[in-house]
């Protein structure tokens, strides 16, 4: 369980990184917009893959 909550700890954080970088780097005003487009995915798909791992049930334990 506590690897599960550290990798989503882990994805959260590059989720947040990834759309604050869509929205407010300067540096991202030239690129093309394919790549926008696949940091802001990115950042979707990594938020919902730690918010998944965080709120999911732990095995029961035999």
């Given at each position: 369980?506590?690897?599960?909550?550290?990798?989503a700890g882990l994805l959260l954080v590059?989720?947040?990184?990834?759309?604050?970088?869509?929205?407010?780097?300067?540096?991202?005003?030239?690129?093309?917009?394919?790549?926008?487009?696949?940091?802001?995915?990115?950042?979707?798909?990594?938020?919902?893959?730690?918010?998944?791992?965080?709120?999911?049930?732990?095995?029961?334990?035999?």
């Amino acid at each position: 369980m506590t690897r599960d909550r550290t990798v989503a700890g882990l994805l959260l954080v590059v989720a947040l990184l990834s759309l604050a970088a869509s929205k407010a780097a300067p540096f991202l005003d030239d690129a093309p917009l394919a790549a926008r487009t696949a940091i802001a995915v990115v950042g979707v798909a990594c938020g919902l893959g730690g918010a998944w791992l965080w709120l999911r049930r732990s095995p029961e334990q035999p």
